[in-house]
């Protein structure tokens, strides 16, 4: 093999791993946007279970939403944790690829 078949060859290799690059890029900037959606969907729910708590009038309505918006909160600021972490780590991914 000659060195321009080399060559070729070569560059032949670099354009399918780049266009391999791009797809999972593609892929990952799905996914992130994916995460953060799901992300800003929580926050507007516990907005919205903020905000219920704040109209409830009377002790026992507050106190059994509470009760409730601390559960969900619980569960979301856990969930908004985890999604904070995966956005990161397609962030870093998308980095490293680009």
């Known amino acids: 093999m000659n060195d321009k078949e ?9 354009r399918q791993y ?6 999972e890029n593609l892929k990952l900037k799905v996914k992130l946007q994916q995460v953060e959606d799901a992300l800003s969907r929580k926050e507007k729910l516990l907005n919205s279970f903020m905000s219920q708590m704040s109209n ?3 002790m026992q ?11 969900h909160y619980i569960i979301l600021d856990t969930s908004h944790k985890r ?11 998308i980095a490293c690829k680009g």
Do not use: H, M, P, W
């Not at 080399?6 to 670099?14: C, E, F, H, S």
């Not at 999604?83 to 991914?93: L, Q, Y």
């Open 6 to 14: 080399a060559l070729y060859d070569n560059t032949l290799k670099v």
């Open 18 to 23: 780049a266009n391999e690059l791009v797809k």
């Open 56 to 58: 409830i009038s009377g």
């Open 61 to 71: 309505g507050i106190q059994r939403l509470q009760k409730e918006v601390t559960f």
């Open 83 to 93: 999604s904070k972490a995966k956005i990161e780590e397609c962030r870093r991914a």
